[in-house]
């Protein structure tokens, strides 16, 4: 019989686990002795836990798959949290292994090296499950039912702890938790069929959840089946290409867009769950609402809800596309939807004339192909990209939305390009979001991880900035003291380069993509505003 910690690694290679990300500590050492052990498991060595679960959580997104990552007891699970946090509110399939000191001590109060009461309290309102390993468990069994919840339903990231003692004693075969099935079923479907069938002009809204369920496909014959535009959360962009004609980009716009909203009747949300800081905020009115999402947790929160479909998200949309295929558009509906796309086209001319953001972005976009993966942070530049990127197929724009952390881009690119490293990855960060986790440039370089970080340097928390220029005409605390960050990467022995122009950024991005190296692109430029009160 094995140990606990060859059960862990036996349960994650049964599941198709090849990467973890992770830090070794004095106390998951033998979990790391097991995967010393399993070479089909590649390790990233990170250098710190909340970049190691940012880099699992981008690993997950970009790969649509599981991602892993392992930490330690009381300090080490406590930097992991705002990364998990992120991860909830993003529906990302997180698996977070971490330790705890010897069962028989726990909840003692003894003084244990890095002990922590209720250490599994951290993650209560932010994790689908806490499973907590304890003697007598089979830790196999378990680990199988941390992965199949994560992955199961609604995805979402799961605790997993195990207790030091218990990862070097033999593992027991104690019978397996019971599972039960978290997919769901399909409801009827009538209602909501006749309501989007005899809808003047229907309004298809689709979030993150649409995405993570794969319905790409389904999302795209919807609309035509509809005659339908097409509007999206963030991390929804692109689920339908945004040179579709019915694909209308980011629903909490102003503008065309919000003219566009305004003027349906019916809206039919698909994976997302209408959250205040989606949509809400930016003032959004939906019309006649159907909701299709995995359960009611978010139904009627934000919107009043006229039918809600919960369920099986796959089965119903595919359920609707079937009861609905063949239904003729109305030719006025096509002809609408035709002259609403026209006066798009023709505010993003008028745009652009006078935005040089918009021009940054383009040069972005003509330097990546369409299946390419751009991280943005919760940066000036980032905020833009959310509005005006164009993301050509689904999961193509990967922003920090669940929690709107700092930091995040540059470690989730790199879980992105370990998940996908035949597929360009860019990362976009401001300077003070940077500063968070830019010693990951070492693990970048010992792994041999290359992609373009696109470093947008105006040496302030630009946003917070703004918002204090805003509400009190003045700034406090907002202006940063950075270092030279070509010195700074090049002394990782990363490639590194400055630029202060479009046509610079453009050259920049076209030679690093090109060498397949770890690059650092500082951006040297100001973006004084978001779009968020503008377009």
Not at 365 to 384: A, F, K, M
Not at 403 to 410: D, E, N, W
Not at 502 to 510: F, Q, V
Request: negative net charge.
């Amino acid at each position: 019989m094995g140990s606990g910690a060859d059960g862990i690694v036996t349960a994650l290679k049964e599941a198709g686990v090849d990467t973890l990300f992770g830090i070794p500590s004095i106390h998951n050492i033998r979990l790391y002795e097991a995967l010393r052990q399993e070479p089909s498991i590649r390790h990233i060595l990170c250098r710190q836990e909340a970049t190691a679960t940012n880099m699992a959580d981008g690993y997950a997104r970009a790969g649509n798959r599981l991602g892993v990552v392992a930490a330690s007891t009381g300090p080490g699970t406590g930097y992991v949290v705002p990364a998990i946090q992120e991860a909830w509110g993003s529906c990302s399939p997180v698996l977070l292994i971490t330790t705890n000191i010897h069962a028989p001590k726990i909840g003692k109060g003894l003084g244990v090296l890095h002990e922590l009461e209720d250490q599994d309290g951290l993650f209560k309102n932010i994790t689908k499950a806490r499973l907590k390993v304890r003697e007598g468990d089979n830790i196999h069994a378990l680990t199988g039912e941390a992965i199949r919840i994560a992955l199961s339903g609604r995805p979402g990231p799961v605790y997993l702890e195990v207790p030091t003692d218990l990862l070097i004693e033999p593992a027991s075969d104690a019978g397996a938790p019971g599972s039960e099935d978290a997919q769901g079923s399909v409801p009827d479907l009538d209602p909501a069929l006749s309501m989007l069938r005899n809808a003047k002009q229907p309004l298809l809204l689709a979030g993150t959840g649409a995405v993570r369920a794969n319905l790409a496909n389904e999302v795209r014959q919807l609309a035509d089946a509809l005659t339908a535009p097409l509007v999206t959360t963030t991390n929804g962009k692109g689920i339908l290409a945004e040179d579709h004609p019915l694909a209308f980009g980011h629903a909490a716009r102003g503008g065309a867009v919000r003219e566009m909203v305004q003027a349906a009747d019916v809206c039919l949300a698909i994976g997302t769950r209408l959250r205040e800081s989606d949509v809400k905020q930016h003032g959004l009115t939906l019309p006649r609402l159907i909701h299709v999402d995995w359960d009611d947790r978010w139904i009627g929160k934000n919107y009043e809800t006229e039918i809600a479909l919960t369920g099986h998200v796959p089965g119903i949309v595919k359920g609707l596309f079937k009861g609905l295929e063949g239904h003729p558009a109305a030719e006025d509906r096509l002809n609408s939807v035709r002259d609403m796309r026209t006066g798009l086209e023709g505010e993003l001319r008028e745009i652009r004339k006078t935005r040089i953001e918009l021009e940054y972005l383009d040069r972005i976009r003509d330097c990546l192909p369409r299946e390419s993966i751009l991280c943005v942070d919760n940066t000036q530049l980032g905020y833009w990209a959310e509005y005006f990127y164009p993301s050509f197929f689904s999961g193509a724009l990967m922003g920090t939305k669940g929690s709107t952390t700092i930091g995040f881009s540059f470690a989730a690119a790199v879980g992105a390009k370990v998940a996908c490293p035949d597929k360009p990855v860019v990362a976009l960060i401001g300077d003070g979001g940077f500063m968070y986790n830019s010693h990951e440039l070492a693990t970048c370089m010992r792994h041999d991880i290359g992609f373009p970080v696109i470093v947008s340097n105006d040496n302030a928390y630009g946003i917070i900035a703004f918002l204090q220029r805003g509400f009190y005409n003045n700034e406090h605390e907002s202006r940063l003291s950075n270092p030279d960050f070509v010195a700074l990467a090049r002394s990782y022995g990363a490639q590194a380069t400055r630029v202060d122009s479009p046509s610079g950024l453009a050259e920049a991005l076209r030679g690093s993509l090109a060498s397949g190296k770890m690059w650092l692109i500082e951006l040297a430029a100001t973006f004084p505003e978001p779009p968020f009160w503008l377009y």
